[in-house]
């Protein structure tokens, strides 16, 4: 079956522009999370969603990051005002309750 | 607080002879152990996962990991080196009964013809 799948899988933006980033989960996966990848660091845990309860907000940087999930399927990262600090690679991770997280290919987000 | 180090950023071997990835961890609670494979530009893919079974498991490719408690360690192997395992190996934590990853920092593999 289809596995978790982002998209752009690159973005070339410029400093202090808004930027969205789309994750599309595997079917049926309550769960959905969001990490970032910054250049010679591990995975940075951003947010988290469960099926309809609030999210888990507790890893995103700034408040110039938010993210939304529609109708428990797809979820949106946004950046607003992006910096250079900002460029990495954002992955999307879906599960089953409780279950292990399978991740997609990722979004490289390069600020100029 | 849950954390994991991995004690080398990079390790080269040569096709055919072993390999070792160094994971230590630290956790409050019987943790569950991860590692994860990462191929250049691709998403991240389970390799194996310890959860309070059996202290040696074993995973795809050949690979497998030990469960040391007394170590806090968790270090990944493999009998013999091919060229495809080239990549970024991570170790993760996680503790029961919750959803947080925490990912250690990467340890590039390279394998030399």
């Known amino acids: 079956g289809a596995g978790v799948s982002q998209s752009p899988s690159n973005k070339v933006t410029e400093k202090g522009k808004d930027v969205e980033l789309r994750c599309d989960p595997i079917?049926?996966?309550?769960?959905l999370y969001w990490y970032r990848q910054s250049l010679g660091q591990g995975l940075e845990f951003l947010i988290y969603?469960?099926?309809?309860?609030?999210?888990?907000k507790s890893g995103l940087p700034s408040d110039r990051f938010s993210a939304e999930r529609t109708g428990g399927s797809v979820s949106t990262l946004t950046i607003q005002r992006t910096q250079q600090e900002d460029s990495a690679v954002y992955l999307c991770?879906?599960?089953?309750?409780?279950?292990?997280?399978?991740f997609g290919p990722g979004t490289r987000l390069l600020v100029l | 607080a849950q954390s994991v180090t991995q004690l080398d950023s990079h390790v080269s071997v040569s096709e055919g002879t072993p390999v070792l990835l160094r994971c230590n961890y630290s956790s409050s609670y019987s943790p569950s152990l991860f590692w994860y494979v990462q191929h250049p530009n691709k998403g991240l893919q389970l390799l194996l996962k310890?959860?309070?079974?059996?202290?040696l498991v074993k995973g795809i490719n050949g690979f497998e990991a030990e469960f040391k408690k007394s170590e806090t360690s968790f270090h990944l192997t493999k009998p013999s080196a091919h060229m495809s395992d080239a990549a970024e190996y991570f170790c993760?934590?996680?503790?029961?009964?919750?959803?947080?990853?925490?990912f250690g920092t990467g340890t590039r593999l390279k394998v030399l013809a």
């Open positions: 969603f469960q099926g309809n309860s609030a999210p888990d």
């Open positions: 991770a879906s599960s089953l309750l409780g279950s292990d997280q399978y």
């Open positions: 079917s049926g996966h309550t769960a």
């Open positions: 310890y959860t309070s079974a059996a202290t």
């Open positions: 993760v934590v996680s503790e029961p009964g919750t959803y947080k990853y925490i």
